[in-house]
């Protein structure tokens, strides 16, 4: 039996610390005598690509981390892999910090250790919790938004496939280093194939290995075609494309007016600015003042809960406002917040 078959449980160590990654390996491999695999990750882009390669066992994950923090990676995690175990790892045993882990379905919340016996009492939760894993249990699926996963991979500046299967229709999308460059079904490409594939409501989806497309059909910003698709749903509603119109001429009625699904053709973005849902920027784009972006994320969030207890229409999540030739889009979801402003192009530029 080779040394890889013999090992028992796989583990992802993700932390941006390689000092403390280098040292937890060492000791935890001596301690379970090499009969743990192990992997790590600096940052939330490198263990995704370990999970896509192969899966673990348990993610071991530090909550002190930029970019993306241990509990916003776990929401992610959550989304694309829920039966994924997590154990989360702090310095600061705080109680709210450990409430927040277990809402977000971590299996375990542990101190981070500074020790020897440190070391040796989190390999005993790790070994105990891997053993526990092996045994007759219950599996579950949940369901994933294509949004979703397409954001994880252009944030991530990935380079991809979406592949996506939908009763009578099929298409993919090309991802091409956080960039979605194509998009075809049936006999539709670029845009419409794009809005087409993010209007249906159910199906399968996989990914891939990166491909060159035959073209390349789409240019805009990620985060503005994202956008675009969401208010297209949200203003369809019960009328988004049914799986058996993608391939035809009954699309662009789906949609509405044949126009709007090309909007995004011609419009020039003059800024941008992604944030987590604690409000960390994850993407920006000419934006001179952040802080003044944040504090407008603030006073949209509250406003949008005073109306939910004033109305009972619910709760709104995209503001659009158009200041004469330009056009300002917060879009507020339970996981990220996206502001976009455009320059609108001219009646008769539209293309």
């Not at 994950?61 to 154990?87: A, K, T």
């Not at 526990?132 to 252009?154: N, P």
């Not at 989806?205 to 240019?219: N, Y």
Request: glycine share 10%; with cysteine; hydrophobic share 40%.
């Amino acid at each position: 039996m080779s040394e890889e078959q013999a090992k028992r449980y796989q583990f992802l160590f993700v932390d941006d610390d390689p000092v403390f990654l280098a040292t937890l390996t060492g000791l935890l491999k001596q301690i379970s005598q090499a009969h743990w695999a192990f992997r790590t990750a600096n940052n939330h882009s490198q263990a995704l690509d370990h999970l896509k390669a192969q899966p673990v066992d348990i993610v071991v994950l530090d909550i002190e981390m930029p970019v993306m923090d241990g509990f916003e990676f776990l929401r992610l995690l959550r989304r694309i892999n829920p039966g994924q175990r997590v154990v989360m790892l702090s310095s600061r045993l705080d109680e709210k910090a450990r409430k927040t882990a277990a809402e977000l379905g971590a299996t375990l919340f542990l101190e981070k250790p500074s020790s020897a016996d440190g070391f040796r009492a989190l390999f005993a939760a790790l070994d105990a919790l891997a053993a526990a894993g092996q045994q007759a249990g219950f599996r579950g699926v949940m369901q994933v938004g294509l949004q979703d996963v397409l954001q994880m991979e252009c944030l991530g500046r990935k380079s991809s496939i979406l592949a996506i299967s939908a009763g009578n229709a099929a298409g993919q999308i090309y991802i091409a280093g956080g960039e979605i460059i194509h998009a075809e079904c049936g006999k539709l490409q670029g845009e419409m194939a794009l809005y087409g594939l993010l209007g249906l409501t159910g199906g399968e989806f996989s990914l891939k290995g990166f491909a060159e497309p035959p073209r390349r059909t789409i240019s805009g910003q990620y985060e503005f075609l994202l956008m675009e698709a969401a208010r297209l749903r949200d203003e369809n509603g019960s009328q988004a494309p049914s799986p058996g119109s993608l391939g035809g001429a009954d699309l662009p009625g789906a949609f509405g007016d044949n126009t709007v699904a090309t909007e995004a053709r011609g419009v020039r973005i003059e800024e941008a600015l992604l944030c987590s849902r604690a409000g960390e920027v994850l993407y920006q784009r000419q934006c001179d003042s952040i802080e003044s972006r944040l504090e407008l994320f603030t006073r949209l969030e509250q406003q949008a809960m005073l109306a939910t207890k004033a109305t009972a229409s619910g709760r709104f999540h995209r503001v659009s406002v158009d200041l004469g030739a330009t056009r300002l889009v917060v879009q507020l979801q339970p996981t990220y917040k996206l502001l976009v402003k455009s320059a609108l192009p001219a009646p008769g530029n539209k293309q």
